[in-house]
Structure formats: structure tokens, C-alpha cells
């Protein structure tokens, strides 16, 4: 059993910040950087089933490719949510159903941005 804990990340939510700026980063980016090793499996085995050669990309057209899943893939991007979602307690997931578009545009934007930041461990 792999049993994850969220990190508390410091500093991030100020008094001038929104609600959903303050789920974002009181919520969001702990459950994203604890879910980093799954999101970075579920990326290659995502690629591996599209058939998608990786390592012969250059850094410019992996980035690319990694946007394109994000943008046009539904099936990749709501899998990649459920690995977020999964983790939010009754409260947090009662905040997110009232804004969902607007988290879920968060989460998928910081993932993409996380995902190639860490291109080194997709290869």
C-alpha cells in the first residue's frame, strides 16, 4: 500500500488572495506535487499507447506535444483530474463542484506546467 501525504507548502496565500486562488494553493498544489510521480507514469503511459516516440523529440515539440494532450485529449485530461479530485475531503469537493471549470482549468494548467518542467524524467 502506498500511503501518500499531502506537503504543506508555505507562504503562497496572502490576505488580498481569491477563494479560488487560496483553494488553489492551499488545496491544488499539494494534492499535484504528491501525485507528481503518478502523473509522470500516467504521461509515458499515455505516450506509450499513442504510439508516441518521445526521446526522438526535440525539447520544443515534446513540450508541444505534452500541450496538445492537455488541450485536445478529454479522455487524458479527465483522467489526469481524477488523480487530484480523488483526493479533495467532502469540504474541499463541495468548493470544487461550485467552481469546477475554473479549478479544473487551474489544475490542468499547473500539471502541464509541472509535466514539462520535469521532461528529464519522462525519457
Do not use: C, W
Amino acid at each position: 500500500m502506498n500511503n501518500k501525504e499531502r506537503p504543506i507548502l508555505a507562504d503562497l496565500v496572502n490576505e488580498g488572495t481569491s477563494e479560488n486562488e487560496k483553494f488553489q494553493n492551499e488545496v491544488i498544489r499539494p494534492v499535484i506535487k504528491m501525485q507528481h510521480a503518478l502523473l509522470i507514469v500516467h504521461l509515458k503511459n499515455h505516450l506509450q499507447k499513442r504510439k508516441v516516440d518521445f526521446s526522438v523529440l526535440s525539447d520544443k515539440k515534446k513540450r508541444s506535444k505534452i500541450s496538445s494532450f492537455f488541450k485536445t485529449d478529454n479522455n487524458y485530461k479527465n483522467f489526469t483530474l481524477g488523480f487530484i479530485v480523488g483526493h479533495f475531503s467532502m469540504d474541499e469537493f463541495v468548493f470544487y463542484t461550485d467552481n469546477s471549470s475554473e479549478i479544473n482549468r487551474r489544475i490542468l494548467q499547473i500539471i502541464s506546467q509541472r509535466i514539462k518542467d520535469s521532461i528529464a524524467e519522462i525519457e
